[in-house]
């Protein structure tokens, strides 16, 4: 039987619609938001109705880009949380009435399980590899940071996670500081390749286990800054370059040494990169290379399917669906919600 599932996410400020037949995208739309721009961060009211604006012709166009009949849709798999709660709402009402007007199974998706599992999408290179299980991934986003041990698809352990800000938080907010736009993680990603990171050294957490912290990495670049401003009004703009590749360096060094030390306490060597900072070009240059030197086996997801995206929703849906695992109609959505 051919399966295929509409996917809708809408947890944050993309709201997104996809097609997969039997794990493959058909269609991938996105519509990002570029109201948050000028705020420094997501306003969630100004999030959830732009998603009211964008859901209906984000869906249209998914499916009319993949060339199938609405009717040809086998289930609709939607996020119910992690995210912001007005936000999740309209993708929740909205994959409810799609899916009870075409009485068609309706899938609740968790949003970090879906960042993980994008590296299931199939892709039309034969050559593709998929981790084995039982593998380790790196969940970096915006709102998380957690080392996920993965025993199965809908199967997955947290064994650390940040215990302040998430990674994606570190970025935005540190290059909010040096009076970038949001979200400044791409810019830092995109100044770094021009600096030096060994040109300022920023102290790193000593936190326990496999835990993380964000948070005080973040006031002392603040406090930093502002000791510089005051002998320098121009030094942000002066050394940009070299700032952003410092931070990113050390924020790439706290999420490794993690990393590393979780990969051998499990023994597992099979290593995944997941969310939105796995865009990161450095942390993924830096996996690779600890992977050559630990032998492991790395998976990075495409670079589309590490920022939110639907087909990550759908794909999730179509392994639910194997297993029947549906929703009720009364389900609602959850703004905090674990792996
Ligand atoms: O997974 P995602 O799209 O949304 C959440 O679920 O949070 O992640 C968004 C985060 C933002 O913090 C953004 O700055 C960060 O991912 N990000 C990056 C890069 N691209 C996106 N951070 C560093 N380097 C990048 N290239
Ligand atoms: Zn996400």
């Known amino acids: 039987m051919n399966i295929t599932i509409l996917g809708i996410e809408s947890s944050c400020d993309d709201t997104s619609a996809a097609i997969l037949k039997d794990g493959r995208v058909l269609s991938n739309i996105i519509a990002n938001q570029e109201v948050h721009k000028s705020y420094g961060g997501v306003v969630p009211e100004l999030a959830s109705r732009a998603h009211q604006q964008n859901i209906i012709p984000v869906v249209d166009e998914a499916i009319k880009k ?127 390749k021009e600096g030096d990171p060994l040109s300022y050294n920023f102290a790193k957490p000593k936190i326990p286990e496999l835990d993380y912290s964000f948070s005080g990495l973040k006031t002392s670049f603040l406090y930093f800054l502002r000791d510089q401003i005051k002998l320098n009004a121009d030094f942000i703009e002066q050394n940009k370059y070299d700032l952003c590749a410092s931070l990113q360096s050390v924020i790439i060094d706290v999420l490794m040494e993690k990393l590393v030390k979780a990969s051998k306490s499990l023994n597992i060597r099979q290593i995944a990169l997941a969310g939105g900072v796995s865009a990161n070009s450095g942390l993924r240059e830096r996996v690779i290379h600890e992977g050559d030197k630990r032998n492991w086996d790395v998976y990075i997801p495409p670079l589309s399917y590490s920022t939110d995206n639907a087909a990550m929703i759908a794909i999730t849906g179509y392994y639910k669906f194997m297993q029947k695992d549906f929703s009720d109609f009364l389900v609602t959505p959850l703004a905090r919600m674990p792996v």
Not at 173 to 182: D, F, I, R, S
């Open 66 to 192: 993949s060339g199938i009949k609405k009717e040809d849709i086998n289930a609709v798999a939607f996020t119910k949380g992690p995210g912001l709660m007005g936000a999740l709402l309209v993708g929740v009402s909205f994959a409810k009435g799609f899916a009870m007007s075409l009485d068609i199974p309706l899938i609740e998706v968790n949003h970090l399980q879906a960042h993980i599992l994008a590296h299931f999408i199939k892709s039309e290179d034969k050559s593709q590899e998929f981790p084995d299980f039982p593998f380790l991934c790196l969940l970096v986003s915006g709102g998380h940071t957690q080392l996920v041990k993965v025993n199965n698809y809908l199967d997955m352990e947290v064994i650390g996670q940040t215990i302040d800000d998430a990674a994606g938080e570190a970025f935005d907010k540190c290059a909010k500081v040096m009076g970038l736009p949001y979200p400044g993680g791409p810019l830092i990603d995109k100044y770094a």
